[in-house]
């Protein structure tokens, strides 16, 4: 697992612990599928304080996720360079 991937999981772990002390919890069958995402774009938080902190983990878990996709299509991008100049 690459650094990224764990400060991905480390992200996604705050998140869902900051929701639990919140006493908001997901009865979905898995996390970060289709359906949780969708969830957590309808979770509303006791307070206008929690809210902007879940919003905000929420916007670092994307921003991660989007950082590792970017860079997994490097690394296939440079896996299918050095294939193509490798006699």
Known sequence: M???DRNLMSL????????LRQDIRYEGRANWNAAHLRWLARVVCPTPAQQIVFQEYVHTVTEQTERVRRLEAELARGREDMAATTP
């Open 2 to 4: 690459s650094p990224s």
């Open 12 to 19: 996604s772990v705050r998140l869902m612990a900051f929701l």
